[in-house]
């Protein structure tokens, strides 16, 4: 069963970076997923696609401050140069062989 | 510019019916898979049901056999049949679109199942 698995919470002052994680399930590890930003009452943003090598396509408008990288089942999100608007529900996608797609449980990142 | 609008929410009871709209603007909508996606209050995200470019519908299973997604081409537009509706159905139901990743987002409309 495709499944990701992300921490419930993040926190980091204004300017630091914080790193999120999004975990595949193990038979699922070199799948693609996507990031998205939910500010509070809000709907999502698209962030970037992220491959299994790291590579990722951002969407329009998306800060340099936003990246992401890859190791094995693992897909981060890094943020960098941390700003009070960054402060939001993140969530990572993915999608199966059909058209149907995956959510993770999300992370609340806390800017303190 | 690309953007997608729904509308459609409000308030039902329990076991009643309500059509969802998604009006899609810059882009044909036919030319892209089409999804609904939910957020009920306080939760995450939850896929619901998705339409590709040929035609094919793809359903959760906490919504199949209650809920029918389907297009409109000449209005450009994509559509959720809800029925037999649950207090469990309550959320705040978003439009998107993508073929893999979400790539556009609407602003979503509430529907309250509530008596």
């Known amino acids: 069963q495709l499944v990701l698995t992300q921490s419930p919470s993040a926190s980091a002052s204004p300017g630091a970076s914080v790193k999120l994680t999004c975990t595949l399930s193990s038979e699922h590890s070199n799948y693609a997923i996507a990031w998205h930003q939910q500010q509070p009452e809000k709907g999502p943003r698209f962030l970037m696609r992220?491959?299994?090598?790291?590579?990722?396509n951002k969407g329009d408008g998306i800060p340099d401050r936003f990246s992401g990288s890859s190791s094995g089942a693992e897909r981060y999100l890094i943020i960098s140069s941390l700003q009070s608007e960054d402060e939001a529900d993140y969530y990572c996608?993915?999608?199966?062989?059909?058209?149907?797609?995956?959510f993770g449980g999300g992370t609340k990142v806390t800017v303190l | 510019e690309v953007r997608v609008l729904e509308s459609g929410g409000g308030l039902v009871q329990p076991g009643g019916s309500l059509r969802l709209s998604c009006a899609a603007s810059g882009f044909a909508l036919s030319s892209y898979a089409m999804h609904w996606v939910r957020q009920a209050p306080g939760k995450g995200l939850e896929w619901v049901s998705g339409l590709s470019d040929r035609g094919g519908t793809y359903y959760a299973d906490s919504v199949r056999g209650r809920f029918s997604i389907s297009r409109d081409t000449s209005k450009n537009s994509l559509y959720l049949q809800m029925n037999s509706l649950r207090a469990e159905d309550t959320a705040v139901y978003y439009c998107a679109r993508g073929d893999g990743e979400v790539e556009k987002w609407g602003q979503g409309t509430l529907v309250t199942v509530s008596s």
């Open positions: 992220l491959n299994g090598d790291g590579s990722h």
């Open positions: 996608q993915t999608w199966g062989t059909a058209i149907n797609w995956v």
